[in-house]
């Protein structure tokens, strides 16, 4: 069993089903409303632990019914919360999602996530220097990711930074992670106007850039890469990215080549889109391998 460390976020998702995106100043009537777990550094988590990693969390979360409720949800994954302490006065983080049209709208509310800090993570230096792999995104501060990226280099211990969401990344950042796991909007706003060939050509078997149904794009040394996707009729697509890079964390971890690690967290990633939730559709590897 693999040891996955997870650095990120957590928070709940107040998520809104409707036909349509509403336009400015405008009112429409939506189908349904629901509150689940959520937070890109959780969801990751759920996702690596479902599929047989021993997986640990470091985040923070509010001393409210939100907070109560995500750890709870992390445990019953199995995931281990030991690093995961409630801030007093401070509100858990909150995603407000809108589904529509086949696709999804978010707006993160950091809260609690923003006391994710340096400061804390020394506090967890154990957990990064076990992992076999770390992962980490960016709803939390950029300190905190430049620190604990430039930590793992130190320890030798492979570091999984997906930039999400997007905001510009210092180049020492990008030296120093061992994989790199932009969307097409991500990518464009870490390298502007450079040419993507180019791009992928200077970070070979460390860019993946995710394509949504069209697959992962990387350079493998030699040639330009595209890992396709698999088809399926979604339901919801909030969480794809997430549960796409813990699986491919998970799989390197285990060993497997770029190109079947790919493969495998394309599928892991094409089934979590079949069902409601950013965690409600992520598989089990059970699931995974029938």
Same mark, same amino acid.
């Given at each position: 069993m693999v040891n996955i460390t997870v650095v990120g976020s957590s928070s709940i998702d107040l998520v809104v089903t409707a036909p349509a995106r509403p336009k400015a100043g405008e009112t429409i009537i939506g189908n349904d409303f629901q509150t689940v777990p959520g937070g890109k550094g959780a969801n990751q988590a759920v996702a690596a632990s479902r599929l047989g990693a021993n997986v640990s969390m470091i985040g923070r979360v509010g001393k409210d019914t939100f907070g109560k409720e995500i750890l709870s949800n992390l445990q019953d994954n199995g995931v281990s919360v030991e690093y995961v302490e409630p801030v007093t006065d401070?509100? *858990?983080g909150t995603a407000h999602i809108t589904l529509a049209e086949e696709d999804n709208s978010i707006i993160f509310v950091k809260g609690a996530n923003d006391y994710v800090t340096s400061d804390y993570i020394r506090k967890s230096m154990d957990k990064l220097k076990e992992a076999d792999m770390v992962l980490i995104q960016q709803e939390i501060p950029e300190e905190t990711v430049e620190f604990v990226v430039e930590t793992c280099h130190a320890f030798e211990v492979p570091v999984l930074l997906n930039p999400a969401p997007a905001r510009?990344? *210092?180049?020492?950042?990008?030296?120093r992670a061992t994989y790199l796991t932009p969307n097409e909007h991500e990518f464009a706003v870490m390298f502007g106007n450079e040419n993507r060939s180019?791009?992928?050509?200077?970070?070979p078997n460390k860019l993946f850039i995710t394509e949504g149904k069209n697959g992962v794009r990387y350079y493998d040394g030699e040639k330009e890469v595209v890992v396709p996707s698999f088809e399926v009729t979604p339901v919801d697509t909030t969480g794809a990215g997430d549960t796409f890079n813990a699986s491919f964390a998970v799989a390197i971890a285990e060993g497997k080549s770029l190109t079947d690690a790919i493969r495998f967290a394309n599928k892991a990633a094409s089934i979590s889109i079949t069902k409601f939730g950013a965690q409600g559709g992520m598989p089990t590897r059970k699931e995974m391998e029938e």
């Open positions: 401070v509100a *858990s510009e990344v *210092s180049n020492r950042v990008i030296e180019e791009v992928l050509q200077r970070y």
